[in-house]
């Protein structure tokens, strides 16, 4: 297990990861031409979606072999919207490969990967792609990652040629240039030119320093020798890179196949094995548990991804302890019940090498679990464990589907399922008031593939729009003494009831989004209406509040005052004064100024500093009223109450004022008076 690698590839969009992963495959042979994302071509990204948009949108894992040690990668999006992908991805994974734009340097998104590392503990080394483009810089990428992401940057090579004349690197720990002269041959290895030494002497003696400042043994070398050995060096920053205090910088030009073969190397020397991570913990009973990297031991694996195809169901999953094996029954923790293992596969991206076990350490997917979400622990029946699944990010956007066809609505519900299965950062819900259906996810581009999804793998017409808000009606100026008889004789026991009702405000807008301020009482004396009536009034004024005279919304915040009646001996009843009551406040509603309301929730925004006077202008324009800021390490949290109306598309919108660095979350506050409401 110490030759094993899981690793995965993170950056902001359009960095170069899909690229590093496809050089890292045909470097090891497992691939024998080398695909591009232009083209359309690449491994790793083989959705129809993923090829059209040129973007990775879901985490692929691939295996592949190199230097006697076995590579499991995964290939991340990079886009804001499918950060739960890297979420899920981190969860499972004992190391990564940051990849850097040499132009951009450290991108919103970057940061966003990075900090997600941080939470779950990952150690990464960081690969600075695209040192052929114009205005590449090794130098500002590296100041930019000291800056903006807080760790030691040590860069271990100084690029041979800039731009359009980068040719190479200088390995500045065995003091060796490495040169692709032509971009597609393999690495000429040779002395340091010339016009370089000077210049890699110094930035080897600056790496010295640098790691003399973090690691105490380089430092005691460092102190007693004035220098510091190659294998003291390549100890320290393994010793480093696993501890987190510094991060290994490499360079070079993946799309030009220049600088992938010592990142190779790095990785297989600086990154971490599944035995060199802390023993897994998880709970079991009520005691937590721990399970060291043991082939021996009881089987734990977590599921981290589940996928639909034309051959079956694949569960994604990581070997914590133990071995699994084909045909093997395994244990549900979650969802209580027993598994069957039909066959396990080494993946590469949609293509699969079946194999007859897999051990501790291992990333493999496995046919024949029926129910198995992401997020799920599969254990030996004899020992269970419950692992701790990846958390799932609140959904922030939200659109309306409906099937066209209406012999279509139960498969839309089958294959909405499914993505939800997949995906569990979708959420999908039923409006109870407007009846659509609702996809909620973390970003319109995120919903806009998920919609895609629909039409292409299942075939469905579906038409999409903005959710209906839930309006409501309530009263501004009430009415007092209305007057109502019903009266209905058609042959047999005819229907009687004479009701007399003031309305009037409650005084308090409903904050629940329920019917509970509706206020009713009687005032009646001498018995003019029997209690049972009184409670049949009651009944039908609610009946009423379920629409009210301005759009059909229900009514809240009323009080209905029961002040006057008369009944008959024979056909009076409590029919006859509940469909009284409906049509009385029914006709007072009428008579009284209604106003309409908007749901309205409260924004927690947190944004940086140098954003905040275009989200605050933001928020003003959506009729937005700020509640406070308060500042919190370089960021702003600004808290106001908008209505809900307003907020689709916010998510995008503030993503843009704040180069995707701003989040924000929603909670409901109740409803408000709405602007205009004879415009609705």
Same mark, same amino acid.
């Given at each position: 297990m110490t030759g094993?690698?899981?690793?995965?590839?993170?950056?902001?969009?359009?960095?170069?990861?899909?690229?590093?992963?496809e050089r890292i495959l045909y470097l090891t042979g497992t691939i024998h031409k080398r695909g591009e994302v232009h083209d359309g071509t690449t491994v790793t990204d083989f959705d129809s979606q993923e090829r059209d948009r040129g973007i990775t949108i879901f985490a692929a894992a691939v295996s592949c072999?190199?230097?006697?040690?076995?590579?499991?990668?995964?290939?991340?999006?990079?886009?804001?919207?499918?950060?739960?992908?890297v979420e899920r991805s981190l969860r499972v994974l004992d190391g990564a490969i940051a990849?850097?734009?040499?132009?951009?340097?450290?991108?919103?998104?970057?940061?966003?990967?990075?900090?997600?590392?941080?939470?779950?503990?990952?150690?990464?080394?960081?690969?600075?792609?695209k040192m052929d483009r114009a205005g590449a810089d090794l130098d500002a990428a590296v100041e930019s990652i000291r800056e903006r992401l807080h760790p030691a940057p040590l860069v271990v090579q100084l690029p041979i040629g800039a731009e359009d004349g980068f040719t190479g690197v200088v390995d500045l720990l065995r003091m060796r240039a490495l040169v692709w002269p032509d971009?597609?041959?393999?690495?000429?290895?040779?002395?340091?030119?010339?016009?370089l030494r000077e210049e890699a002497r110094r930035r080897r003696r600056l790496l010295e320093e640098a790691v003399a400042e973090l690691h105490p043994g380089a430092l005691e070398e460092f102190c007693a020798e004035s220098a510091v050995s190659t294998a003291t060096l390549a100890t320290a920053l393994r010793e480093l890179t696993l501890a987190g205090e510094g991060v290994v910088v490499l360079c070079g030009s993946a799309y030009r196949n220049r600088g992938v073969e010592p990142l190779l190397d790095a990785a297989v020397a600086y990154l971490p094995s599944p035995v060199d991570v802390p023993p897994v913990r998880g709970i079991r009973g009520d005691a937590v548990e721990e399970r060291a990297a043991d082939p021996g031991g009881p089987l734990a694996a977590l599921v981290f991804k589940v996928t639909s195809t034309a051959t079956g169901r694949l569960t994604y999953l990581r070997v914590y302890s133990?071995?699994?094996?084909? #045909?093997?029954?395994?244990? +549900?923790?979650? %969802?209580?019940?027993?598994? $069957?293992?039909?066959?396990?596969?080494?993946v590469r991206a949609d293509r699969h090498a079946e194999v007859d076990r897999a051990v501790a350490g291992d990333i493999v997917a496995v046919i024949g679990p029926k129910a198995a979400r992401a997020g799920a622990t599969l254990c030996a029946p004899s020992a269970p464990l419950l692992l701790e699944p990846p958390t799932v990010a609140?959904?922030?956007?939200?659109?309306a589907v409906e099937a066209? #066809?209406?012999?279509?609505? +139960?498969?839309? %519900?089958?294959?909405?399922? $499914?993505?939800?299965?997949?995906?569990?950062s979708l959420a999908v819900r039923t409006d109870p008031e407007t009846g659509q259906t609702v996809v909620s996810g973390m970003g319109e581009l995120h919903l806009e593939v998920a919609v895609e999804k629909l039409r292409r793998a299942h075939g469905l017409d579906v038409a999409v729009g903005r959710p209906r808000v839930a309006y409501r009606e309530t009263v501004a100026r009430g009415v007092s003494g209305l007057l109502y008889r019903h009266v209905k004789q058609d042959g047999g026991a005819g229907q009687f009831a004479h009701v007399v009702l003031d309305v009037e405000p409650l005084g308090a807008v409903d904050t629940s989004g329920g019917a509970v301020d509706f206020g009713f009482r009687s005032t009646v004396v001498g018995g003019r209406v029997p209690q049972e009536y009184v409670r049949a009034v009651e009944a039908g004024c609610r009946d009423a509040l379920a629409e009210g005279p301005l759009g059909g919304h229900p009514v809240t915040g009323v009080r209905v005052t029961l002040t006057d009646g008369a009944t008959h001996s024979k056909d009076s009843s409590e029919m006859a004064f509940r469909t009284a009551g409906r049509l009385a406040l029914r006709e007072a509603l009428r008579a009284c100024a209604m106003v309409l309301l908007e749901p309205v929730v409260e924004v927690t925004a947190t944004v940086p500093d140098d954003a905040v006077g275009g989200v605050l202008g933001d928020l003003a324009a959506r009729r937005g009223r700020v509640s406070g800021t308060a500042a919190r390490a370089g960021t702003a949290v600004i808290t106001a109450t908008v209505p809900l109306a307003e907020l689709f598309g916010y998510a995008t919108r503030l993503r843009g004022r704040t180069q995707g660095r701003g989040t924000f979350t929603t909670r409901p506050a109740g409803h408000a008076p709405a602007p205009a409401p004879a415009s609705r």
């Open positions: 094993v690698r899981n690793l995965g590839i993170l950056a902001h969009v359009d960095a170069g990861k899909t690229t590093v992963t072999a190199w230097d006697g040690h076995r590579i499991n990668l995964i290939d991340t999006p990079g886009h804001v919207d499918f950060s739960d992908e990849v850097f734009d040499a132009v951009a340097g450290v991108e919103p998104q970057s940061e966003s990967v990075w900090r997600q590392c941080d939470r779950h503990g990952v150690p990464r080394i960081a690969f600075v792609n971009g597609h041959g393999t690495c000429e290895e040779g002395p340091v030119p010339d016009a133990g071995t699994i094996g084909k #045909g093997e029954v395994v244990w +549900d923790v979650g %969802a209580r019940r027993t598994e $069957r293992i039909g066959r396990i596969l080494r609140d959904p922030v956007v939200s659109v066209r #066809g209406r012999t279509d609505a +139960d498969r839309l %519900a089958t294959a909405l399922a $499914r993505l939800v299965e997949e995906d569990p």
